[in-house]
């Protein structure tokens, strides 16, 4: 059974760090994009973040500079590092994969396989 599992979040204070891992099992990352996305209350989720098979990747405008999104294909594991959070970066993080070529735009609708989700909280 293919799974996307996500950890790392938790609460943050403005200006913190928090490093975001999304694990697969039952099925390998490498031939696989994988995205980041994130859903705040009362809102439409966005992409925040995706990577292809060969390592390039995309941002959304507002994390550019702060996040980065690694895959390490020995541990089956793509993590995103998200550093000087801000209060508006809080929401739910999704990690999600798709077989195939992805566009730069990281909409959701292009993935297939999603994982359950981590809470990423920024607030003093």
């Known amino acids: 059974q293919m799974q996307l599992v996500e950890s790392g979040g938790g609460l943050v204070q403005p200006g913190g760090s928090l490093k975001l891992s999304c694990a697969a099992s039952?099925?390998?990352?490498?031939?696989?994009?994988i995205a980041w996305f994130r859903q705040a209350p009362g809102k439409e989720r966005e992409g925040v973040s995706c990577?292809?098979?060969?390592?390039?990747?995309h941002y959304l405008d507002s994390v550019k500079g702060r996040f980065t999104i690694v895959r390490d294909n020995a541990k089956n594991t793509v993590f995103l590092q998200m550093n000087n959070l801000r209060p508006e970066d809080t929401g739910v993080y999704y990690c999600a994969a798709v077989r195939g070529p992805i566009s730069p735009a990281i909409a959701p609708i292009e993935y297939n396989y999603w994982g359950q989700g981590t809470q990423v909280t920024v607030s003093s």
């Open positions: 990577i292809r098979e060969d390592h390039s990747t």
């Open positions: 039952g099925f390998t990352l490498d031939v696989y994009a």
